[in-house]
């Protein structure tokens, strides 16, 4: 297993300099805040696909530590989420691909304004990895110099080991959930946040066939396996949410060259879940800050 350089200590002391800058985003005619991480210029830019129902400020210790690695950022939150100006209801709703081909574009040619001439990489947090893959497979991998996943895998709920059964039947609960309110209610139960129900539909989908579908029942997983670019796939110790035979199943799914690392601990010595990293990001921002290096030094 890779183990990233240890930063020096010098880093700490520049985290009170690095301030981000907001930009007005546009995104299906409303207008969308991001924020800018800046290090160097031409060097390599990353923009932060969230997890489900995750706020972009909660990557800001993580965006703050990629720009002390030499790593521009940029961050925004997705549909429904934060500052976004659309919430879920039984008459606002979306789905996978509203998010590979109208937030994710959108961020990544701001990415390409403000930081001119820096190859850019996708990161994917969870739900974040699936759309940045399936952004690439649809015409995306062009405008990209890589993917990086973390803790990110696919739904398929044979995938999940001990917690199968779990995954199955939770899978079965949210499509009844939404059918019953027309919408999901993930702030009530800790896990994804107020969704729309075609969203989580399409999801709970994934998590039964292991293939995913829109709305309209197209295959949109078919076309992973076209996607031809450098990756990188971290996955954590104790993640319930994209255990390994998660991450390896996403990635078998793509035609992407991955690279595959596993942390087995924090910084303090805890074993890490699917989110606490971000309360310790130094070291899985060390190892994005190496292989985008890499990538762009080959």
């Given at each position: 297993m890779d183990r990233p350089t240890t930063a020096p200590p010098s880093l700490s002391s520049k985290r009170a300099e690095i301030e981000p800058e907001i930009v007005e985003l546009t995104v299906a005619g409303k207008p969308l805040p991001a924020r800018l991480f800046r290090a160097e210029a031409g060097a390599p830019a990353v923009v932060i696909a969230a997890a489900l129902g995750t706020p972009a400020g909660?990557?800001?210790?993580?965006?703050?530590?990629?720009?002390?690695?030499?790593?521009?950022?940029?961050?925004?939150?997705?549909?429904?989420?934060g500052d976004s100006p659309f919430r879920a209801s039984r008459r606002c709703g979306w789905g996978y691909l509203d998010l590979a081909d109208d937030e994710l574009p959108t961020m990544l040619a701001a990415a390409a304004d403000a930081f001119p001439g820096s190859p850019r990489f996708l990161f994917g947090h969870s739900l974040g990895g699936q759309l940045s893959l399936l952004h690439a497979s649809r015409g995306g991998e062009q405008n990209l110099a890589g993917l990086i996943f973390c803790a990110s895998g696919t739904p398929y709920w044979r995938s999940f080991g001990r917690w199968t059964l779990g995954i199955r039947l939770f899978a079965m609960w949210v499509r009844l959930w939404c059918a019953l309110f027309g919408q999901f209610h993930g702030e009530l139960?800790?896990?994804?946040?107020?969704q729309p129900a075609r969203l989580m539909r399409e999801w709970a989908g994934f998590c039964r066939s292991g293939v995913l579908r829109d709305s309209h029942g197209e295959n949109l997983s078919a076309g992973f396996a076209g996607v031809r670019l450098p990756a990188l796939a971290i996955g954590m110790a104790e993640?319930?949410?994209?255990?390994?035979?998660?991450?390896?199943?996403?990635?078998?799914?793509?035609?992407?060259?991955?690279?595959?690392q596993f942390v087995e601990q924090l910084p303090d010595g805890r074993p890490p879940r699917h989110f606490d990293w971000l309360k310790q990001p130094e070291d899985i921002a060390s190892r994005v800050a190496a292989f985008c290096q890499r990538v762009v030094s080959a």
């Open positions: 909660v990557y800001r210790r993580f965006a703050i530590a990629l720009a002390e690695r030499g790593v521009n950022v940029l961050a925004a939150d997705l549909r429904g989420i139960l800790g896990f994804g946040g107020h993640d319930m949410f994209a255990p390994q035979s998660s991450i390896d199943g996403l990635l078998a799914l793509s035609g992407a060259q991955a690279e595959k």
